[in-house]
């Protein structure tokens, strides 16, 4: 089949062979298939969708045009957790050290942040020291040694879902279920997994704004997880306002440090806890929430998630001095206060203005050749539903340059909204696809 004869197929909304999408995959990945066929097929995905059984061969197409790490000679449980991203979201931090106390293998690849959502390596590369880039015997090595390694996409690793994520940023065709599920799944199931975990994230500062969006986007990752043999289980949570209390790299450490010391923020902590126990009973070392969440909270009270995320940090390059003592980690020049310009009770923290106050501040990036600033970003920011005072500040700003913080504290001032009723704190589970 000519490639031009299946972008017509699928155009004409007709449903692709396994085979047809291998063939497409492998030409596309090796070059013989140029980037105009593939952005013609993906917009013809776009327009027309993709059955569950295509999405499934497109994301095991992607998953096999690299290597699929081999984790056999792992014995425990290989589960993994995967977010669509959001703002504070440093979940993956405390979770992997956790869960590996339990008994679980997590050999997590992460991604950089991109636009507002932070990404889980930048957070890392804060700690002095800490290599992202270990290739995969030094991956497997440390995953066998301490339980647990967080690392990023290599090249080798689904280059089809690399080369076709470049050309759907640029084509419009980014927001399309089936692509963003064989590209999320393709990517996390070439780590070797036995389960995965879904947060998928859903409001003002997540992907996926809408809730119908979130939870069709949620189902079909849990079916194409399954259709795979993987063990999966999705959760919605919200994302409104940002998780924790910080957002920015190595203010996201320290509270990363913080919470894996039993003080985490209750938001952050029951979100990991929900996704911990997700994990533990996914690979069989729980058979009840309840029961889980005893585990995770003995590992967090006895000092053993704390020991073991120090481990990780260590064994990756990293300084774990520079966690015993975080004011050795990269801070900003210039710590200001937001005032509350009222006194009343928190009704909204907008995670989408705070996460572009923090990319102005140059905590992330907008595209993906721009540098991080490590330093920078916000934290003691307040929680929807709390009281308080006119002139207590709202967040600190943290920034190393005077115009960035100009721009960013005119931002944050119109992310508050304060209300003088009383406002509960939001449901933060939406909903647990099993
Ligand atoms: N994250 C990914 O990895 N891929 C997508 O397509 C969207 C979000």
């Known amino acids: 089949m ?42 013809a995905i776009f327009f027309r969708g993709m059955t569950a059984d295509e999405t499934a061969a497109l994301t095991e197409a992607m998953m096999r045009s690299g290597d699929v790490v081999d984790t056999s000679a792992l014995t425990a449980p290989k589960i993994d957790k995967h977010s669509t991203g959001g703002i504070g979201d440093k979940v993956s931090l405390v979770l992997a050290p956790l869960v590996a106390c339990c008994g679980i293998a997590v050999p997590m690849i992460s991604g950089r942040g991109l636009g507002i959502t932070g990404g889980t390596l930048d957070k890392l590369e804060a700690i002095p020291g800490y290599r992202t880039d270990l290739g995969t015997r030094e991956f497997l090595d440390v995953v066998a040694r301490c339980g647990c390694s967080i690392i990023g996409q290599t090249d080798r690793l689904a280059p089809a879902d690399k080369k076709l994520y470049a050309l759907r940023d640029v084509t419009g065709t980014v927001p399309s279920i089936p692509l963003i599920t064989a590209s999320i799944m393709s990517k996390k199931l070439a780590a070797g997994l036995d389960g995965l975990v879904l947060d998928v994230k859903c409001g003002r500062g997540a992907f996926m704004k809408e809730r119908t969006a979130a939870t069709a986007l949620a189902q079909s990752l849990v079916r194409v997880g399954r259709t795979m043999g993987k063990k999966i289980s999705a959760v919605l949570t919200a994302m409104d306002q940002p998780l924790g ?190």
């Open 245 to 434: 209390r910080t957002a920015g790299n190595a203010l996201e450490i320290v509270e990363t440090c913080e919470a894996l010391q039993g003080r985490g923020p209750a938001d952050l902590m029951e979100v990991t806890l929900k996704l911990g126990s997700k994990m533990l009973q996914l690979a069989g070392l729980a058979h009840s929430c309840q029961s889980a969440h005893a585990l995770l909270a003995e590992q967090l009270h006895s000092g053993a998630a704390w020991r073991k995320w120090l481990e990780m940090v260590r064994l990756q390059g990293g300084d774990g001095a520079a966690l015993e003592d975080t004011t050795r980690l990269p801070r900003a020049r210039l710590i200001e206060p937001l005032p509350a310009p009222q006194s009343g009770c928190v009704a909204q923290a907008d995670a989408e203005l705070i996460g572009r106050a923090c990319l102005m501040l140059g905590a992330g990036r907008t595209k993906t050749t721009d540098t991080v600033d490590h330093a920078v970003g916000v934290s003691h920011l307040v929680k929807i539903g709390e009281q308080i005072e006119r002139g207590q500040p709202l967040a600190l700003l943290h920034a190393n340059d005077a115009d960035q913080l100009t721009e960013a504290r005119a931002l944050m001032q119109t992310a508050f909204r304060i209300t003088q009723e009383n406002v509960d704190a939001p449901a933060l589970i939406l909903e647990e696809l099993m």
């Open 2 to 43: 000519l490639p031009q004869w299946l972008i017509e197929k699928k155009r004409d909304g007709q449903a692709l062979t396994p085979d047809e999408i291998r063939g497409f995959i492998a030409g596309f990945t090796t070059g013989t298939i140029p980037d105009y066929q593939m952005a013609a097929l993906a917009m």
